[in-house]
T-cell receptor, first 110, second 111 residues
Framework: NAGVTQTPKFQVLKTGQSMTLQCAQDMNHNSMYWYRQDPGMGLRLIYYSASEGTTDKGEVPNGYNVSRLNKREFSLRLESAAPSQTSVYFCASRDREGLFFGPGTRLTVL | GDSVTQMEGPVTLSEEAFLTINCTYTATGYPSLFWYVQYPGEGLQLLLK?????DKGSNKGFEATYRKETTSFHLEKGSVQVSDSAVYFCALHNQGGKLIFGQGTELSVKP
């Protein structure tokens, strides 16, 4: 099992550009999450999906959209990137034990 | 709203020292409590958990006890190693189904 995979690992964007962060899990989990991690602020939930076909806003959803494409895949889209979205983005899936995290995407917006 | 507060870091210890990282929470009902660890350049990994009051979670020499009366879940280890250097996150899973993280505590262990 690969667990949770994310692509790309690194990305540099210019202000106003768009991009999609990809996430996939092979553990047959229903719930999937997108977090961002910023220094001194811990992890903040952007969006989550409790099951295929449903998505809900988290703590900091502004500027982002998500798609739960199927049970395996949950993508995060930035339509018009801003410097405030410079961060490390983590995707996770959950079972009864807890969350399983991907390795992260380090995004810089210039 | 529900929240998690951790002691501020960085925490710097010598090898074989005793470790305590404090964590307190605010939540309605009976949340599940977790400690996650993040090694440099990696994602978070579940370290241990406790699902009800007085439960003790333990893993890799770390342990934490769910204290309902003090709303705490402090992480302890009797003898830290250099390989324990990482960032540690306390988290709760609330009745609404959300997982809420503390801000993280960086631990640095010197030989």
């Amino acid at each position: 099992n690969a667990g949770v995979t994310q692509t790309p690992k690194f990305q540099v964007l210019k202000t106003g550009q768009s991009m999609t962060l990809q996430c996939a899990q092979d553990m047959n989990h229903n719930s999937m999450y997108w977090y961002r991690q910023d220094p001194g602020m811990g992890l903040r939930l952007i969006y989550y999906s409790a099951s295929e076909g449903t998505t809900d806003k988290g703590e900091v959803p502004n500027g982002y959209n998500v798609s739960r494409l199927n049970k395996r895949e949950f993508s995060l889209r930035l339509e018009s990137a801003a410097p405030s979205q410079t961060s490390v983005y983590f995707c996770a899936s959950r079972d009864r034990e807890g969350l399983f995290f991907g390795p992260g995407t380090r995004l810089t917006v210039l | 709203g529900d929240s998690v507060t951790q002691m501020e870091g960085p925490v710097t210890l010598s090898e074989e020292a005793f470790l305590t990282i404090n964590c307190t929470y605010t939540a309605t009902g009976y949340p599940s409590l977790f400690w996650y660890v993040q090694y440099p350049g990696e994602g978070l990994q579940l370290l241990l958990k406790a699902t009800k009051a007085d439960d003790k979670g333990s893993n890799k020499g770390f342990e934490a006890t769910y204290r309902k009366e003090t709303t705490s879940f402090h992480l302890e280890k009797g003898s830290v190693q250099v390989s324990d250097s990482a960032v540690y996150f306390c988290a709760l899973h609330n009745q609404g189904g959300k997982l809420i993280f503390g801000q993280g505590t960086e631990l640095s262990v010197k030989p």
